[in-house]
T-cell receptor, first 116, second 111 residues
Framework: GAVVSQHPSWVICKSGTSVKIECRSLDFQATTMFWYRQFPKQSLMLMATSNEGSKATYEQGVEKDKFLINHASLTLSTLTVTSAHPEDSSFYIC????????????FGEGSWLTVV | DAKTTQPTSMDCAEGRAANLPCNHSTISGNEYVYWYRQIHSQGPQYIIHGLKNNETNEMASLIITEDRKSSTLILPHATLRDTAVYYCIVVDGGSQGNLIFGKGTKLSVKP
């Protein structure tokens, strides 16, 4: 089946620095990708929709200046957490849809971010 | 908000069928029912999806009631590795694919 890959799988960064997470669709083109965040023992929360060649659409309550999303190509979206703080520590997951209307949405393996 | 209701948790004996229910009483005609599962510390894994008809693949079967207000995911022979949180999600067929997750069902398969 289709594969979505994230990198890095886990990262530790110092408070105040920025960290970038990549999401790639390996065998299909994804005009739209999605970024989620998941805190321990909670469900996935949609952060933003990443559109190739245009600005991302953010969900209510998600700071667009803090969570920068770039969708540079049909197979790559990046999430940059700027000026990270310990409360940003979380599991970040991306997804991508192959086609429209009833086609499957695939998820990446997730990226663990720890801010110290 | 999620458009589905699922039991918080369920237990199943290894080797037995696991039947996971989901209520989606407000589903509309062009909305699909998707099932995903998440094993601890991993990204969600696609299981199966359907619109009206029952569906079966190598992982599971999906039974959708005639009025489409509820469905059941069936894992025919549960193994210990099937222990996970199972999410039932309703998705508009014309949407981009932004899935809204509820709390899901924590399935524990026991020896």
């Amino acid at each position: 089946g289709a594969v979505v890959s994230q990198h890095p799988s886990w990262v530790i960064c110092k408070s105040g620095t920025s960290v970038k997470i990549e999401c790639r669709s390996l065998d299909f083109q994804a005009t739209t990708m999605f970024w989620y965040r998941q805190f321990p023992k909670q469900s996935l929360m949609l952060m933003a929709t990443s559109n190739e060649g245009s600005k991302a659409t953010y969900e209510q309550g998600v700071e667009k200046d803090k969570f920068l999303i770039n969708h540079a190509s049909l197979t790559l979206s990046t999430l940059t957490v700027t000026s990270a703080h310990p409360e940003d520590s979380s599991f970040y997951i991306c997804s991508a849809r192959r086609g429209r209307g009833g086609n499957t949405i695939y998820f990446g393996e997730g990226s663990w971010l720890t801010v110290v | 908000d999620a458009k589905t209701t699922q039991p918080t948790s369920m237990d199943c004996a290894e080797g037995r069928a696991a039947n996971l229910p989901c209520n989606h009483s407000t589903i509309s005609g062009n909305e699909y029912v998707y099932w995903y599962r998440q094993i601890h510390s991993q990204g969600p894994q696609y299981i199966i999806h359907g619109l009206k008809n029952n569906e079966t693949n190598e992982m599971a079967s999906l039974i959708i009631t005639e009025d489409r207000k509820s469905s059941t995911l069936i894992l025919p022979h549960a193994t210990l590795r099937d222990t996970a949180v199972y999410y039932c999600i309703v998705v508009d067929g014309g949407s981009q694919g932004n899935l809204i997750f509820g709390k899901g069902t924590k399935l524990s398969v026991k020896p």
